[in-house]
């Protein structure tokens, strides 16, 4: 199954039960994430981020999402060393790393580098694919309503897929059992762009926050171009 990037699909249900996943949707592998997050991040672009929600598959293409470069990074979590908040971080690559901010939203990350050397990526907007109706209602949103609004942005993304760090915090993404993961499904962006991270104080001109061309998908920034991939 090949999700094309602006696909309307509203949901894939499984006959056979949901721990069954559609023929070529392949999680992607822990050592994928066993790099530097600067390298991962861009390579996230177009996969698919996919969450198991009672008996249907709600899935997001990933279109925009910054790298933390963990006790080298001044805006990074981790940055201050290893405590039990940022503990997933140090732990084993490809694990969600879950924070809460402005005591509303939730923000999901993937834990990066080998084990016990911290990095992350956070993903900032989705392109919806699967499952737009029930991300409507999880955002208190009406059925039908304008798609962008669903998941552009980390807070509202994990508003649409119910994420949550009591329910996801270190959920192993590359297992294809989990009830969140990150999978491949053959899908290449036809270009990158990059520019500096949105809304923190520290490190604020690195050029770590990547998104796919032209997408409507991702917030507004001013973008440099990467090789097209």
């Given amino acids: ?25 392949e999680p992607l592998s822990q050592d ?24 249907q ?31 997933v971080l140090f732990g084993p690559p490809g694990r969600a790393y879950i924070y809460f901010i402005y005591g509303m939203h939730y923000c999901l990350n993937v834990s990066c580098e080998p084990d016990g050397q911290a990095g992350g990526v956070l993903f900032r907007a989705l392109e919806p694919v699967a499952g737009l109706e029930q991300m ?20 509202r993304l994990c508003q649409a897929l ?15 059992s989990s009830k969140l993961f990150i999978a491949q499904d053959g899908f290449l962006p036809e270009a990158i762009q990059s520019s500096p991270r ?18 409507r998908f991702v917030s507004a920034s001013r973008p440099r171009d990467l090789a097209s991939s």
């Fill in 57 to 87: 598959l709600l899935i997001g293409r990933i279109v925009e999402d910054e790298a933390y470069l963990g006790q080298n990074d001044p805006a990074a979590h981790a940055f201050a060393g290893r405590t039990a908040r940022n503990d």
């Fill in 136 to 155: 409507a209602a999880l955002r208190n949103l009406p059925a039908g309503a304008e798609p962008r609004l669903l998941t552009s942005g980390p807070g």
């Fill in 198 to 215: 949105v809304g923190i104080r520290k490190a604020t001109t690195l050029p770590l926050r990547f998104h796919l061309k032209e997408n």
């Fill in 1 to 25: 199954m090949n999700f094309p990037l602006s696909a309307n699909i509203s949901s894939i249900r499984f006959p056979e039960g949901p721990q069954h996943l559609p023929t070529g949707l």
């Fill in 162 to 176: 119910a994420i949550t760090r009591e329910g996801h915090n270190g959920t192993d993404l590359t297992s294809p």
């Fill in 32 to 55: 994928f994430y066993a790099r530097p997050p600067e390298a991962v991040a861009p390579s996230l672009l177009g996969k698919l981020l996919v969450r198991r929600f009672a008996d």
